[in-house]
């Protein structure tokens, strides 16, 4: 196997780990499922799910990772030869591909949208609700453009991951992570002097237990796997970069930490400034961001647009480089697997992902313009690249996952890794095998269901 090397700091190790879970779910996906599922009772829901399911399975995968210094793929070809649990592994690094494909797309559109917000593109004043639909609906069915946005995208985490780990990923980081938090607590004070702050606030901060269903229940827990970038191979390819003085419960919770506070920061710049134009409601689903947000902007600043043109930009901005963290890390685990498996300079294998990457991403892109009509189980290329991964290989995976953690592995091995071989205190320990033995796999079950 090629040489590896390893985080140079304790705050790389976080930084780059919690860059992998801050993305698109966090700032895009989470204010969706907490309009579409009633505000603050969702929130809570959601909070118990990433203590009780995702922290446990990062554990997991940072336990596999770490203990091997190995990709994705090798990691479990190590831990259990020639059995069946070795298909996680390949599974794994399938899953950050097609992840990769299509979120250079969407990854896209909040380049563009950064883009038109820097040109003023964004600012309009008039009464039509329509101009942001239309304005978003041209944009990705255009022929070439979102394509061309995408793929500049995609030369960006390029030109990062050929660069390495520490000199690459580490040092971008250290660079992206405190600009991204930064400009989300900019955002937030700014959305609490709108004048629907208060009702904003109230809706992600009074729960409404009234609101909660089983789905509700099933939706916080499928956020919480997709905002913390589980069972896709990123983690553990990551945790393979740690060094063994690094405390992985540590960090866990750290990652975890950070992932939760920039998606509830998300909510505190959307909702408030939702609730600041009337008519609009919490729960306008995916189209928030992209056709709702900009309208809100525009009209919730109206008597200050220079406000207006600034926060529109700083959020797009946010965006983008939350979606540019996460890439990094999707890229990676394929980036390793043909390093070291197929024996290929690191240089050439980045460029084989990116190119490959980019040709599906292309095709998923136009999927939703001229390839339209091109229909697979009667979606499109690029909704197939969404669902196949969210909805079957990512919660097979997270249950693969809590199993073979929980069960196969030597228990001793699990707990030596946790505690740096006793070094550390990890008095949760039984809770933690049990969670990942007993209760994780039944509720990943029911998601899929």
């Not at 990709?71 to 996680?88: D, E, F, I, M, S």
């Not at 950050?96 to 380049?111: E, K, N, P």
């Not at 902007?297 to 979606?323: K, R």
Request: aromatic share 14%; net charge neutral; hydrophobic share 55%.
């Amino acid at each position: 196997m090629a040489d590896r090397k390893n985080f140079g700091s304790k705050l790389g190790v976080v930084l780059a780990s919690a860059g992998s879970a801050v993305g698109l779910g966090n700032i895009w996906r989470f204010p969706t499922e907490v309009g579409e599922n009633g505000g603050a009772a969702f929130v809570l829901v959601y909070l118990l799910c990433v203590i009780l399911v995702g922290v446990p399975i990062m554990l997991g995968e940072f336990v596999i990772g770490r203990h091997t210094h190995a990709n994705t793929a090798t990691a479990y070809q190590q831990l259990a030869p020639g059995k069946w649990w070795r298909v996680q592994g390949t599974m794994g690094v399938l899953v950050a591909f097609i992840i990769s494909c299509y979120y250079m797309v969407v990854a896209g559109w909040t380049l563009y949208y950064a883009y038109a917000s820097l040109t003023g593109a964004l600012q309009y004043q008039g009464d039509d609700a329509t101009y942001f639909s239309d304005f978003f609906d041209n944009f990705v069915t255009h022929p070439w453009l979102p394509v061309l946005f995408a793929m500049l995208f995609m030369v960006m985490v390029h030109g990062i991951i050929v660069k390495g780990v520490q000199d690459g990923i580490e040092r971008f980081s250290k660079v992206m992570m405190p600009m991204l938090l930064l400009i989300i607590a900019v955002l937030t004070v700014c959305a609490f002097s709108l004048p629907g702050s208060s009702e904003g606030l109230r809706y992600l901060l009074h729960p409404d237990f009234s609101k909660l269903s089983a789905q509700t229940v099933l939706n916080a827990i499928g956020q919480a796997f997709y905002s913390l970038s589980l069972a896709m191979g990123c983690l553990c390819t990551y945790a393979s970069y740690f060094r063994d003085d690094t405390n992985l419960v540590k960090t866990a919770f750290s990652v975890s930490l950070i992932d939760t506070m920039v998606a509830l920061l998300a909510g505190f710049i959307i909702f408030p400034a939702v609730f600041s134009v009337p008519g609009l409601e919490p729960g306008d689903g995916p189209g928030l961001v992209f056709k709702s947000l900009p309208y809100i902007f525009s009209h919730a600043f109206a008597s200050m647009p220079v406000m207006g043109y600034i926060f529109s930009l700083l959020f797009y901005l946010l965006l983008f480089l939350a979606a540019l963290t996460s890439a990094i890390s999707i890229h990676e685990p394929v980036t390793a697997y043909l390093h070291e498996v197929h024996q290929m300079s690191r240089r050439k294998a980045a460029l084989w992902v990116t190119m490959v990457s980019v040709v599906l991403g292309v095709v998923c892109s136009l999927s939703c313009g001229l390839l339209g009509d091109m229909k697979i189980l009667g979606m499109t290329l690029f909704d197939c690249f969404d669902a196949l991964p969210a909805k079957i290989l990512m919660p097979v995976g997270g249950i693969i996952i809590s199993l073979f953690t929980g069960w196969y592995l030597d228990r001793k091995l699990v707990e030596d890794e946790l505690t740096n071989y006793g070094k550390l205190r990890f008095p949760l320990f039984p809770v933690f095998i049990f969670l990942l033995r007993w209760v994780i796999p039944v509720a990943i079950a029911l998601v899929m269901v």
